[in-house]
């Protein structure tokens, strides 16, 4: 096991500099990057307390990763939700993407259509138009997207898509904080 290269990979993820690190564990810099090239081992007690900061556990860093984890998801992996009513149909593109940190959808509007109001949440929204043109209602302000724009907002107020072409309209959306 390379210690060095997993605790490299946490202060990456974490977001931190050597520097940072070492400051929130009182080790250098110097020291940091020994044991991030695995020219120095770490002390159990100096190894704690980096798994502390870089929010782990020790069983959680020895774990060994999961093997055969999927990379490629095929249309037979994906799940589709349709709504006659409101005229819409949802692409889940990711098996269980609700439990990951983003969650990818691909959107298809008939004319008319409209997607669910949703409350205010923590989430980040991200959007592709493949299709048409779509309008974002986010609180009170309404914009308009067609196809090949992007649109990327924070969801704290209420929000809500709609088709906004006489056809049909196709978007890929992406979103943390899982709220669809």
């Given amino acids: 096991m390379e210690i060095g290269r997993k605790i490299k990979s946490l202060r990456l993820k974490k977001g ?3 520097e940072e ?3 929130r564990t009182d080790l250098t810099k110097g020291h940091i990057s020994q044991l991030e090239r695995d020219l120095n081992s770490p002390s159990i007690e100096t190894l704690f307390a980096l798994l502390e ?3 782990t556990t020790p069983k959680e860093f020895f774990d060994e990763p999961k093997k055969n984890v999927t990379v490629v ?6 799940t589709i939700y349709s709504d006659d009513e409101l005229k819409y149909s949802i692409r889940w593109l990711v098996p269980r993407s609700n439990e990951n940190d983003m969650e990818p959808v691909h959107i298809t509007f008939q004319q008319q259509g409209e997607f669910k109001r949703f409350e205010p949440s923590l989430a980040e929204t991200f959007i592709y138009v493949l299709k048409g043109k779509v309008t974002i209602e986010i609180g009170d ?5 067609a196809k090949g724009d992007a649109v990327y907002y924070d969801a704290s107020e209420h929000h809500r898509l709609s088709n ?3 056809g049909t309209s196709e978007l890929l959306l992406v979103a943390t904080e899982s709220y669809l």
């Fill in 21 to 23: 690190l070492g400051e």
């Fill in 16 to 18: 931190l500099t050597q």
């Fill in 141 to 145: 302000t309404h914009y308009s997207a």
């Fill in 53 to 55: 900061v870089l929010g």
């Fill in 73 to 78: 998801y095929s249309t037979d992996d994906q």
């Fill in 164 to 166: 906004a072409h006489t």
